[in-house]
């Protein structure tokens, strides 16, 4: 529908000023550095939870080992506390991972982007780069370099590839 649609177009034909100015207070929000990088972060911890709780289904003890014996033989209402309280730790982690890569990768970018006022491929693998350094800086130089060279690789394919022209 023409003259209805709030992504980017900016046309608020057939809206009241209160409707106009609030969409305009919307797409501002969605420019500001500070929202993308609380968007991206919240974003990050529910990908991060529900990837943290696959595979924290996915690797459970066989009887097979003495871990695994020791919980096989616990009544079913235990393994499965034990289980239950397992998967909800290593999903909060992973959700606190996420969080904090989508955080920091999103807000440096958008700072980048806004101190050279312009949007392409080098604002994406710098901030990849100051990311995976500052993820790596606790480990020593030579992790910060490779975490620096890694996100910035991974950061470079993903953006060169969503910004691909469509064949359609």
């Known amino acids: 529908m023409p003259g209805r649609g709030l992504g980017g177009g900016g ?17 501002a929000a969605m420019e500001s550095c500070p929202a993308k990088t609380v968007i991206a972060g919240g974003m990050g911890f529910a990908l991060g939870g529900a990837f943290g709780l696959f595979m924290s289904s996915m690797s459970y003890d066989t009887p097979l080992t003495a ?71 606790k480990a020593g130089p030579q992790a910060a370099a490779l975490g620096c060279a890694g996100f910035a690789a991974f950061s470079a394919a993903i953006d060169y590839y969503m910004r691909m022209p469509s064949d359609g």
């Open 11 to 27: 046309d608020t034909a057939g809206m009241s000023v209160q409707e106009q100015a609030m969409v305009k207070n919307m797409q």
């Open 67 to 137: 871990q695994g014996q020791q919980l096989a033989d616990l009544p079913l209402r235990e393994q499965l506390r034990r289980g239950f309280k397992d998967m909800g730790s290593r999903s909060f982690s992973s959700a606190k991972n996420f969080a904090l890569v989508g955080a920091i990768f999103s807000g440096t970018e958008c700072c980048i982007e806004g101190f050279r006022a312009k949007n392409d491929l080098k604002n994406g693998i710098a901030a990849g780069c100051i990311t995976g350094g500052a993820l790596g800086a």
